[in-house]
């Protein structure tokens, strides 16, 4: 590594990070000089992930433990302070997915998700926030949002949950974290990985990256969809000095996009004196609020060259 890479003598936690999105990002983090704690809950791909890491000059040590629990992210900052002396970048990324519609949708599969993503960026976060505060780190927090967490998605209650929640917790920890010069910000990522991979709609770009083509411009340009390494430079960039003024923001990230997403603002304001009954509403609710908002991701019609089902 060189000496006057951006996140020299940095170490960061990157949860999830065996493969798809997280080893990218554990790689690149490694690549700007951070020595990085790798976890998942496959110890092979954790393992091979550390050797990946180590092979291209960079250090690494792996947690093999489940996100969600606070024991898991107590050994996640240990171990980041026992092997590398310190902490100073935590990107919140290990997900898993339980997709099916909310009549089918059982009891396990919506505290799975939650459990993991909502829970696990909370215990994390909590973990890794304490330990910056009490050791005067201006640390910084990644959080991995999602576009269906953004506008919805069919068949992703549990998701739309945990995600649309960590932006949430990731905008309140940006307020109370401020004075400890702590950044916390919600990166949306869209990438051909395991978990887009069977997506028919994006099935052209997975079978081109498969086969180590570019991807079409349709896919990296119109979507915002590319591979997981062209969302990673994001993540180094927020991990960085060079970032110290960005906090409490949702910034999407994609193939050749990059976006900054709005928090909810009140798009239409109306009053009426005495507070609006029943009755109030009924007649003037359509003209009080005007056109209502959408909802769900809005994707353009899919050229036919590239329709694979
Ligand atoms: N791929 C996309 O386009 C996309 C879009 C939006 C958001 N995301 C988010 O990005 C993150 C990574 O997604 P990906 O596409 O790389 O998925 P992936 O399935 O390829 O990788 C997820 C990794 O997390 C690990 N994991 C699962 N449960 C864990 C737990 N409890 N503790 C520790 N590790 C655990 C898995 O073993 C796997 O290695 C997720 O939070 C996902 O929701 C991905």
Known sequence: MSTDAPLDGKVAIVTGSGRG?????AQELARQGAAVVINDVDEATA??????????????????APVGPTET????????????GRLDILVTNAGVL?????????????????NVHLRGTFTCVREAATYMRENQIPGRIICIGSPTG????????????????????????????????????AVIPVAATAMTATVPYFAAAVEADAAGEPMPSFFRHDLGFGTSDDVAGLIAYLASDAAAGVSGQAIGIGGDRLQLWSHPEAVATAFHEGGWSY?????????????????????????????RS
Do not use: C, H
């Not at 999105?21 to 990002?25: D, E, V």
């Not at 506008?151 to 004075?179: C, D, H, P, S």
């Not at 003037?284 to 329709?307: C, D, I, R, T, Y």
């Open 21 to 25: 999105l997280g080893l990218a990002y």
């Open 47 to 64: 393992a091979d992930a550390v050797a990946t890491i180590e092979a291209e000059g960079g250090r690494a040590v792996a947690v093999v």
């Open 73 to 84: 992210a107590k050994r996640l900052v240990q171990t980041a302070v026992d092997s590398f």
């Open 98 to 114: 339980r997709d099916t519609v909310l009549w089918k949708m059982s009891d396990d599969d919506f505290d799975t998700v939650i």
């Open 150 to 185: 953004q506008r919805g998605n069919f068949g992703q209650t549990n998701y739309a949950a945990a995600k649309a929640g960590i932006v949430g917790m990731v905008r309140t920890w940006a307020l109370e974290l401020k004075k400890a010069g702590i950044t916390a910000n």
């Open 279 to 307: 009755a109030d509403l009924a007649a003037g609710f359509a003209e009080a609020v005007g056109e209502l908002q959408s909802v769900g991701e809005k994707f353009p019609p899919l050229p036919e060259a590239l329709q």
